[in-house]
């Protein structure tokens, strides 16, 4: 038996080839646990329930309030499972305890209440205008009434699973819809225990269903399965358009959070401590592989050595070690692949640009066997390098080094990605002007990575189609249908018949 099972209709469950996989610590390289390994037989069991559970179950039926109260304690309970969790989180993906307890957890658990609270108060009707357009009719009243939309197919990324989990069950069940959720292959334990947390809950059956297996075989067969109505994906873009290419079809509405190349634009009157700490805090929290992560700086040419300088010295006393200590600054990548590719790109870079800092595995007594990669930082990179256009999703920063404000707005833009950046500068009005040339979904002045369940996060450009989080991501999950009303019975009254009826 795996010690991990899926959950399917309100049960855990064995993939039906009776096959299952290992997963690994990745601050060791040892083996944590064995998960069931689904397969398209498994999703066609999800969808079915899930598919039951909307078409002929309570919980569409069931009013928003009815519906918080359980996404509410939901929430509640991850809140007090947060030593539990934030410890497998760390073990299963990587990262710090530090990361896992003040981030992931809370996060998670905040997505539930605030979700809880938005199904309870956003109104599921809204007046429209009254009819007016054609001559001859009198103001007929119209309004909307917002419904679930049915079975979500949910797919989620290695890099934050039980942030990125929560992001995609909470507002779709809170909404009204039921749900099948793929996690990263390579992280799925936490959102397993989701799946336990929403069982003893008591949803009704069907409501959330989590199939664990490769992206291959679950995840193509969720985003291309008939029953499935909407696929919402978070990962990374190759794989975003492969789903829209799956989802076609059968014209499911389609939700993606893809990659990003997010930059930081720094200029000269900036307080530098601020600016060197402030990128660093963008590109290394969680070794950079965070979709958000300001991996280029762009900086005004008359403090560049200055800031380059400053964060090569501040990024060289970052301290890599166990994940579990909460003394730790680094933890480990999540995988050996994410290792290899950070390395390969570490290679490329040596050839392109500068390096200053970082740019090998790091090593020691506790980190040999694990994952571990230093904090690398290349100046005089040029927006056009492979480093500075590609996601290298480790952490790697490229410098960039402009002019004026207008050059780095040119450079920041330069890039097919648009999901964040970040304006570091003592001139608030001015930081605000760049900003708002800046072609990208979320942009912080003097932050980076907060993210919050109140404010809506989309990719502009190839980042992503659509938004998750706030009122957006709930009336994500929902279809709209526009009810005209003419209490008018008589049927001589009615100026649209004499369109086909002559007398
Ligand atoms: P990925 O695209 O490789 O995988 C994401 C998910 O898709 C996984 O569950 C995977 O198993 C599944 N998958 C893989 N191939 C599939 C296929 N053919 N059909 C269906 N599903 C498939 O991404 P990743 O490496 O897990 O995560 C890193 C990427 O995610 C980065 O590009 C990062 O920027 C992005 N990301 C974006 C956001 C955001 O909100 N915009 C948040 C986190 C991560």
Redesign the pocket.
């Given at each position: 038996m795996s010690d991990y099972q899926m959950y399917i209709d309100g049960a855990f469950t064995e993939a039906e080839s009776g096959d299952s996989y290992a997963t690994y610590n990745p601050a060791t390289g040892e083996k944590i646990a064995d998960i069931a390994k689904g397969g398209r037989e498994d999703v066609d069991r999800a969808v079915s329930a899930a598919r039951k559970a909307f078409d002929e179950g309570p919980w569409p039926k069931m009013s928003g309030a009815e519906r918080a109260a359980l996404v509410r304690q939901m929430g509640e309970k991850i809140q007090q499972k947060i030593n539990e969790l934030a410890e497998l989180e760390v073990k299963d993906g990587g990262g710090t305890i530090r990361k896992a307890m003040m981030a992931d957890v809370n996060t998670c658990a905040g997505v539930f209440l605030k979700y809880a609270e938005y199904a309870e108060s956003i109104p599921d009707t809204e007046d429209l205008p009254d009819f007016s357009v054609m001559p001859g009719l009198p103001g007929v009243p119209n309004y909307l009434k917002y419904e679930p939309i049915g079975v979500c197919g949910q797919?989620?990324?290695?890099?934050?699973p039980l942030v990125?989990a929560s992001w995609k069950i909470a507002p779709a069940i809170a909404a009204g819809n039921t749900i099948v959720l793929?996690?990263?292959?390579i992280t799925s334990l936490t959102a397993l225990e989701l799946a336990r947390i929403a069982d003893e809950v008591g949803f009704p059956p069907g409501v959330v269903n989590v199939v664990t297996g490769?992206?291959?075989t679950v995840?193509?067969a969720?985003?291309s399965h008939p029953g499935v109505d909407k696929v919402a994906?978070?990962?990374?873009?190759?794989?975003?358009a492969?789903?829209m290419q799956?989802a076609a079809p059968t014209v499911k509405k389609v939700t993606l959070?893809?990659?990003?190349k997010s930059a930081g634009i720094v200029t000269e009157d900036v307080n530098l401590e601020l600016a060197a700490k402030g990128i660093l805090w963008g590109t290394f929290f969680h070794n950079g592989q965070?979709?958000?992560s300001g991996t280029r700086a762009v900086v005004n040419e008359k403090i560049y050595d200055d800031l380059v300088s400053l964060m090569s010295e501040k990024a060289g006393t970052l301290k890599l070690g166990d994940p579990l200590d909460f003394a730790t600054d680094e933890g480990p990548l999540v995988s050996q692949a994410q290792l290899e590719t950070v390395e390969r790109y570490v290679e490329i870079g040596k050839k392109e640009a500068k390096l200053v800092c970082g740019g090998s595995r790091a090593s020691g007594d506790a980190l040999d066997q694990g994952y571990f990669f230093e904090p690398t930082i290349f100046a005089d990179v040029d927006n056009g390098d492979k480093i500075a256009q590609e996601?290298i999703?480790g952490p790697v920063l490229s410098v960039i080094k402009v002019k004026d404000d207008e050059e780095a707005v040119a450079v920041a833009n330069d890039s097919m990605y648009g999901?964040a950046g970040a304006v570091w500068s003592n001139d608030i009005e001015r930081a605000k002007g760049i900003a708002e040339r800046m072609r990208t979904g979320t942009i912080w002045i003097n932050e980076h990575h907060l993210l919050g369940p109140e404010h809506p996060?989309g990719?502009y450009k190839q980042?992503?189609v659509g938004y998750?989080m706030g009122v957006d991501g709930y009336r994500a999950y929902q279809a709209k249908k526009r009810i005209h009303v003419d209490a008018n019975t008589d049927p001589n009254a009615h100026f649209t018949f004499s369109l086909i009826f002559s007398q």
């Open positions: 797919i989620t990324p290695w890099n934050f990125m793929k996690p990263a292959s490769p992206g291959g995840g193509e969720i985003a994906f978070t990962g990374s873009t190759e794989v975003g492969r789903i799956l959070e893809l990659g990003g965070v979709c958000e996601e999703f999901l996060f990719g980042s992503g998750e």
